[in-house]
């Protein structure tokens, strides 16, 4: 949208393709175009952001790794550096893709917010309607992949992301619709944050935020903060905050998938003035922590040798046993494990096991509070 106070034009227009359209110039919206390139078969990106991968740079925190070895992380036809570690942090891994996409010569279409997308039937086309800025700092330039895919591009890393100058012109708007046989939506898993409803969020007097907008434990130092979701980003950002010096209590509802949409964070002057919890009946909520390594290598790694071999749910009972062994019993910690096995609860319903970096180890040392939260949660004064 226009910045405030900017008048904005908008012209409409229709682009016939000839090529797969791609939506979404993240690390699965690379690798589709990739692999199409590399049979010959050109595609068009179109990305909302101005440079690629935006929710790895703009929506993550500072200490974030990659959670499995880089092999199982890695893009189709390029691997890794192999100088890197195991767990590439999260600017190896922006490095890699800018560099993925340089070596394909992938160049998405940026400022592009597609709004609506419908199959034409009669047409057997896909009609795909996008909003394009045309910024004044960031000029579009024409580029012609082949005869049988003509459009308009920009580089992978966006001249306008790098500008701190405000543009001097008004910003336009230009509606355009494509149209193509072929359409791959790749908006990633995480793009928008869910917030949920929660009583007296709008009287409550301290900081709130989604773990999308958290970068560093630094300003809590000495504050107690709620973190609620114990996903694998609830997790680590309360080692964060522990090695930053605040004091992270951490609660989830049960039922509720273990991923960052349900993560806030909450500097709270006293726990049990500021907050009051609907404590469910039963008491525990579920979820599956498993080390990040067994044997000697990731767990991950042992889970996609076995699942060769074995069914899913012999190689969860492994996976359990394991687990108890390595980390001990999860439950007397208020981690209580769902009735279904890790991998089968993934396929089932997409929840996530969360792979151990450190916060169980904090959580029996009493750094990090289990705090068993179910139902609406209250903030109150």
């Given amino acids: 949208m226009p910045m405030s106070g900017q008048p904005s034009r908008s012209t409409r227009r229709i682009s016939i393709m000839r090529c797969p359209i791609i939506v979404g110039a993240g690390p ?12 010959s078969v050109p595609s068009i990106i179109l990305e909302r952001s101005d440079g690629i991968a935006d929710l790895w740079c703009h929506r ?7 959670h499995l070895p880089k092999p199982f992380c890695q893009l189709p036809h390029l691997p890794f550096p192999a100088h890197l570690p195991t767990y ?3 600017d190896h891994f922006l490095d890699y893709l800018h560099r993925y996409a340089d070596h394909f010569s992938l160049r998405p279409l940026f400022g592009c917010t ?10 057997s086309l896909w009609r795909v309607t996008a909003i394009r800025r045309n910024l004044s700092e960031a000029p579009m330039q024409t580029s012609s992949p082949s005869q049988s895919c003509d459009t308009l591009s920009e580089s992978s890393r966006s001249p306008s992301s790098s500008s701190s100058e405000p543009p001097t012109e008004p910003r336009e708007l230009e509606v355009v619709e494509f149209s193509s046989p072929w359409l791959v939506v790749a908006t990633g898993e995480n793009a928008e944050p869910v917030v949920p409803e929660i009583k007296g969020a ?18 809590y130092r ?26 992270p209590f951490m609660s989830v509802r049960s039922g509720v998938r273990s991923t960052t949409f349900v993560t806030f964070l909450y500097p709270l002057s006293s726990l049990i003035s500021v907050i009051s919890l609907v404590m469910h009946p039963n008491g525990n909520k579920q979820v599956h922590v498993l080390p990040r390594e067994m044997l000697g290598t990731s767990t991950f790694g042992v889970a996609m040798r076995l699942l060769k071999w074995l069914p899913t749910r012999v190689v969860d009972r492994f996976l359990l046993i394991m687990a108890k ?11 209580k494990r769902p009735k279904m096995g890790p991998l089968e609860l993934k396929n089932k319903t997409g929840k996530t096991p969360v792979l151990d970096v450190g916060a169980l180890s904090l959580i029996k040392a009493g750094k990090i509070k289990v705090v068993l939260c179910f139902g609406p949660t209250h903030l109150m004064h």
């Fill in 114 to 123: 597609v709004t609506d997308a419908r199959f034409d039937e009669a047409a």
């Fill in 325 to 335: 062994m390595i980390i001990g019993d999860t439950e007397k910690y208020g981690l």
């Fill in 222 to 247: 000495g504050k107690r903060v709620l973190v609620i979701g114990c996903g694998n980003s609830g997790m680590e950002i309360c080692v964060d905050l522990c090695e930053h010096g605040a004091m």
């Fill in 202 to 219: 709008q009287a409550f007097m301290g900081s709130l935020l989604h773990s999308s907008e958290y970068k560093s434990g630094v300003e």
């Fill in 60 to 66: 993550t925190y500072d200490r974030l790794n990659l």
């Fill in 88 to 90: 590439p942090s999260k």
């Fill in 28 to 39: 699965s919206g690379l690798a589709v175009a990739a692999s199409l390139g590399r049979l």
